[in-house]
């Protein structure tokens, strides 16, 4: 059963914008921690942004200023708001779901990812 579904990657020029979405099974939200990562090609997956249950957030260097996590709870979905886009942020996203923050890394549940690709 499929517990975390991203939605909202694609092509955009740099400079532009996309929001990234990640709905969850109620159970899984409810409870946990969300976060978004990202893998680019030939690189290690990386933390972009992560949200508590409470809503304290938490932002990648690369992502702060310019990256806005948040989570609707009566939706059971975490967003990702990227403005400014640059080729660098050009990535497959991945939605992560934990008990904590600090335990996103090795968290158990995973979506199967959402494209981005930023073109200059």
């Known amino acids: 059963q499929v517990q975390l579904v991203e939605s909202g990657g694609g092509l955009v020029q740099a400079g532009g914008s996309l929001r990234l979405s990640c709905a969850a099974s109620?159970?899984?939200?409810?409870?946990?921690?969300m976060g978004w990562y990202r893998q680019a090609p030939g690189k290690q997956r990386e933390l972009v942004a992560a949200i508590s249950v409470g809503g304290r957030t938490v932002y990648a260097d690369s992502s702060k200023g310019r990256f806005t996590i948040s989570r609707d709870n009566a939706k059971y979905t975490v967003y990702l708001e990227m403005n400014s886009l640059k080729p660098e942020d050009t990535a497959v996203y991945y939605c992560a779901a934990a008990s904590m923050i600090a335990t996103l890394d090795s968290a158990n549940y995973w979506g199967q990812g959402t494209r981005v690709t930023v073109s200059s």
């Open positions: 109620q159970n899984i939200f409810s409870t946990n921690a």
